[in-house]
């Protein structure tokens, strides 16, 4: 069993920066691949970019991110990041960590075997 802690969200203006942080704890087998989703009012939760450990690590971005965001993990690996610079206000929204043990990026997320954060929300105007 995992448990998220999301933090770091807030308010800025378009092309601003913000850096978001999530402790994991618990079972390292069920964070194999860590990820960050995100949800605006009205629209489906959309993953963002994930990285997977063990065995040598991967990243994958949605392409809306792409160039603009960098997730990162500590060399703990209990602390997940997401550097998200040149913001725009279409990356408002709720954003979430997740947890899945058997992904192998951001397309093979499960959120039926997925652990959430309980988010933290991120505002562009």
């Known amino acids: 069993h995992v448990q998220l802690v999301e933090s770091g969200g807030g308010s800025v203006q378009v092309g601003g920066s913000l850096r978001l942080s999530c402790v994991a704890t618990?079972?390292?087998?069920?964070?194999?691949?860590m990820s960050w989703f995100r949800q605006s009012p009205g629209k489906e939760r959309e993953g963002v970019a994930a990285i997977t450990t063990g065995g040598g690590s991967s990243i994958s971005y949605a392409d809306s991110v792409k160039g603009r965001f960098t997730i990162s993990e500590a060399n703990d690996k209990k602390t997940l990041y997401l550097q998200m610079d040149d913001l725009k206000p279409e990356d408002t929204g709720m954003h979430y960590c997740?947890?899945?043990?058997?992904?192998?990026?951001?397309?093979?997320?499960?959120?039926?075997?997925?652990?959430w954060g309980q988010g933290t929300q991120v505002t562009v105007s």
């Open positions: 997740a947890a899945d043990p058997r992904a192998i990026n951001l397309w093979s997320m499960n959120k039926d075997r997925t652990t």
């Open positions: 618990g079972n390292a087998y069920s964070r194999k691949c």
